[in-house]
């Protein structure tokens, strides 16, 4: 290699040293947890990450071929203050899973089964009688929008568990997935003036059903909600 090869091959490495600087010095100046997700994406682009259903059971339940019926319940305390919730977040996560191909028992057969019924019964006879292969019961233990001891802040808060019956392997449901989750919207609590408690409550709902939905189906790091 002559001189001006040698110059040319310096230059390149340099330009290519200095890029990398600055894309670091770019990650670095972002908050939270884009810091991670804006690297990764820069140099290993934005891959699908697997479901925790999926790696739990090795179901693929976008392909379409498993039927899920959504139940929710929650405590006597938090019903008297939200009535609607239960159906609320069954439409809300069984819209957002049949946006990606994972085939739903439509909510409003669910809701008019609770009505009819006043509680959920059996999740045998339920799924029998929506042929559904899985019956996801997300159980709410504590809901609030309110910060204790504090009159002008808010922050979405629930604690739930998340159990999924295969009713269609044995004579009876059998469980395959459990686990418990603790959601807070925002992060830290911010002033009430800022939204009223149906506009948070909108927004509080939104990222909770995305959040648990996104248990059930591939998606990239960048579409986690926090």
Same mark, same amino acid.
């Given at each position: 290699? =002559?001189? !001006? ?9 340099? &330009? ?9 010095? +770019? ?26 259903? &999926? ?15 959504? +139940?929710?319940? +929650? ?15 069954? =439409? ?13 028992? !439509?909510?409003?057969?669910? +809701?008019?089964?609770? =009505? =009819? !019924? ?20 997300v159980q709410i233990t504590t809901f609030e929008v309110d910060v204790p001891n504090s ?24 469980g395959v997935f459990d686990n418990t989750y603790d959601m807070s919207y925002p992060k ?5 003036? !800022? ?12 990222n909770v059903s995305t959040s648990l939905a996104q248990l059930l189906y591939d998606h &990239? ?6």
């Amino acid at each position: 290699m =002559d001189g !001006n090869e040698q110059l040319s091959a310096s230059g390149v490495t340099r &330009r290519r040293l200095l890029l990398l600087g600055m894309s670091g010095l +770019a990650v670095s100046v972002l908050p939270g947890c884009s810091l991670f997700v804006m690297a990764g994406k820069m140099f290993f682009g934005d891959p699908k990450q697997k479901c925790q259903f &999926r790696r739990s059971t090795g179901v693929d339940l976008t392909k379409g071929e498993k039927k899920l019926l959504i +139940a929710c319940t +929650a405590p006597h305390g938090v019903l008297n203050k939200f009535p609607a919730i239960q159906i609320d977040l069954v =439409d809300r996560i069984s819209h957002l899973l049949k946006t990606r191909g994972v085939k739903v028992v !439509n909510s409003d057969d669910v +809701a008019t089964w609770l =009505d =009819d !019924n006043g509680h959920w019964g059996d999740f045998g006879e339920l799924s029998a009688r929506f042929k559904a292969d899985y019956v996801v019961h997300v159980q709410i233990t504590t809901f609030e929008v309110d910060v204790p001891n504090s009159s002008n802040l808010q922050q979405g808060r629930m604690s739930c568990r998340v159990e999924i019956l295969d009713c269609k392997k044995t004579g009876s449901p059998s469980g395959v997935f459990d686990n418990t989750y603790d959601m807070s919207y925002p992060k830290f609590p911010i002033q009430n003036e !800022n939204k009223s408690e149906r506009i948070f409550l909108e927004s509080f709902m939104k990222n909770v059903s995305t959040s648990l939905a996104q248990l059930l189906y591939d998606h &990239r790091a960048s579409e986690v909600v926090s």
